[in-house]
């Protein structure tokens, strides 16, 4: 048990670590290292943020998630995911309020793994993943295009249709250096790979572009006209003022913080054990964001998670131990002590060009079609999450998204619970197979059932439905049981309902191969006890036994 909750830094230490290993995470750690730097400061420019806290974050999450968590070689920091939810708070609580929504969410993630739930986000609905990711890629994109085409645009609005009416009214205000410079910066990221892999395109585009802009003085918006530049010292520890009121208006934020992490990172590591055949710790994984969420806003940073795709870079390029995730968070400490200064040069069009193909990648338009094709119930979900998240908000896209899911779920697993009348056609049944039908007699005044499906909640009303209709009145009602794999409380209940109206009628209920789980549900509610252990068979053939011996207890009852 204590071994699930062990840190896999320490497992690779216990191993073993060997100098080929270093060798290996240098190489992945520095290259990951180039891939975030650029990355770190683009998606906290978007989420409403300094661009330094970009690197904080990197810094402080990506090394506590590192030390702490999990994976063998994820790589943790700011993700595009995060920057929806990001800005809003931000826009409308201000830094304050997203550091208690996030103090918040790490405590919840600590929470969900001590309580082993890491299996738990698996059950998030795919249709619900593909759709708020999807939309969280149009709004970065929607995002970027005041950047990119240089638009004149005192204040951006946060709501997507107004933003799009602003771009729309201020379409004249298009400045021609800008859109060079973001054209430039664009082809460079995309044409890159062509080259080589082994040097990030985004990287290349910002010394590329930046030299050309710094050298020709090209009249362009930089970080430093918009921010006045980037401290190159470490921030000290900040904890705000926390009062009951924005505890209660950030919790809700704080459950989309917390499930936006866990499932980043969980989808992260799975890809990383795919890549590497190993198997990562769920719930350390989820203990190890909850804390490095803590320490990223502690020390000026914004919420973090595991980044898939610096985690595949990473791997490809040698990483294979928590260490290369440590050396790429040395890596950026180092260029933000000595030439995080010169970041300030780089022209916003670079930035928003880095940003389009993100969430371009992001967008898993391709997986979107394809769910268009699913069943009806999968498309409501897909869309309803999709367009919450674009015109309302992540955390009600999300909650509305798993509930809707969760509703079509067990309205489709209730048609599946029906009860058959099979006394007829009992002599057909496999178990009958290879037995004397001559010596098996059932008797008059005896009727079998069977129950197909679970009996929960969900299940109740079809299960009532369908009883009502086949049930007649007869002395002895066998309820064959074998095929029902669970019963909840409300399951329960109905069968209580059932035995009352039976006894009420003077019939006999009998209950034949009920599982050891079901069984052990009812014995827990009492509800063995008052029907009587005797009315328990283990097969149809013990039940039909119980209630032929019923049967001659009444006669012998009449002729007395």
Same mark, same amino acid.
């Given at each position: ?72 070689? !994820? ?21 304050? =309020? ?45 995002? !970027? ?93 900040? @904890? ?83 260490? &290369? ?48 094709? &699913? ?23 999300? !909650? ?24 007829? &056609? ?26 197909? =499906? ?36 409300? =399951? ?32 827990? &509610? ?5 029907? =009587? ?7 149809? @053939? ?19």
């Amino acid at each position: 048990m204590y071994r699930k909750l062990e840190p896999k830094l320490i497992t690779v230490l216990r191993e073993g670590y060997t100098r080929k290993q270093f060798q290996g995470d240098l190489l992945g750690g520095l290259t990951v290292g180039v891939v975030a730097l650029p990355l770190a400061i683009a998606l906290a420019i978007a989420s409403g943020v300094k661009p330094e806290q970009g690197l904080y974050t990197a810094i402080f999450a990506g090394f506590v998630i590192a030390v702490l968590g999990g994976s063998r070689a !994820q790589i943790s920091g700011p993700t595009g995911a995060f920057i929806v939810i990001v800005y809003g708070i931000v826009q409308k609580y201000g830094y304050d =309020g997203l550091v208690v929504a996030t103090l918040i969410a790490g405590v919840l993630l600590i929470i969900m793994g001590l309580a082993r739930m890491g299996a738990f986000l698996k059950f998030v609905p795919y249709p619900v993943v593909i759709g708020f990711t999807s939309g969280i890629a149009l709004i970065i994109f929607s995002s !970027q295009v005041s950047d990119f085409l240089g638009l004149k645009i005192d204040k951006i609005p946060a709501d997507f249709v107004a933003k799009w009416i602003e771009y729309v009214s201020h379409i004249a205000t298009i400045d021609p250096y800008t859109i060079a410079v973001g054209t430039a910066s664009l082809l460079i990221i995309v044409l890159w790979p062509r080259v080589t892999h082994r040097v990030p395109g985004p990287l290349i585009a910002i010394l590329a572009v930046t030299f050309v802009v710094q050298y020709f003085d090209i009249p362009v918006a930089t970080i430093a006209s918009r921010f006045g530049g980037v401290p190159n010292t470490l921030p000290m520890p900040h @904890f705000p003022s926390v009062t009951w009121t924005m505890v209660q208006d950030m919790f809700s934020p704080a459950i989309t913080i917390a499930i936006l992490a866990g499932l980043e990172s969980l989808l992260a590591a799975v890809v990383a054990d795919g890549m590497m055949g190993t198997r990562h710790r769920s719930n350390m994984e989820l203990i190890a964001q909850g804390a490095g969420n803590i320490v990223s806003v502690m020390f000026g940073g914004v919420p973090a998670t595991g980044a898939i795709a610096r985690t595949a870079t990473n791997i490809k390029s040698g990483g294979t131990t928590p260490v &290369s995730a440590i050396i790429h968070c040395i890596f950026l400490l180092l260029v933000l002590l000595f030439i995080g200064k010169w970041a300030a040069m780089i022209p916003m069009a670079t930035l928003a060009a880095i940003l389009v193909v993100v969430a371009y990648n992001m967008s898993e338009w391709r997986e979107f079609r394809h769910l268009l094709s &699913s069943p009806r119930g999968d498309i409501a979900v897909l869309l309803a999450t999709f367009f919450l998240t674009v015109f309302i908000e992540l955390t009600v896209a999300i !909650q509305v998204g798993i509930l809707l899911a969760a509703f079509l779920f067990l309205q489709k697993m209730s048609t599946e619970t029906h009860v058959d009348l099979i006394t007829e &056609s009992l002599e057909d049944d496999e178990e009958f197979k290879g037995r004397d039908m001559a010596a098996i007699d059932i008797p008059r005044g005896v009727e079998v059932f069977e129950i197909y =499906g679970s009996l929960f909640f969900g299940a109740v009303r079809q299960f009532k439905e369908s009883i009502r209709v086949v049930a007649t009145k007869p002395k002895v009602l066998i309820l064959r049981m074998r095929q029902v794999p669970t019963i909840d409380a409300s =399951g329960v209940h109905v069968l209580e309902e059932l035995a009352a109206e039976a006894k009420e009628n003077g019939q006999i209920l009998i209950f034949s191969a009920v599982s050891r789980n079901v069984y052990r549900v009812m014995r827990k &509610s009492g509800f063995v006890e008052r029907v =009587g252990r005797k009315n328990f068979a283990g097969d149809v @053939f013990a039940a039909l036994e119980i209630a032929r011996a019923h049967l001659d207890s009444i006669d012998l009852e009449k002729t007395r």
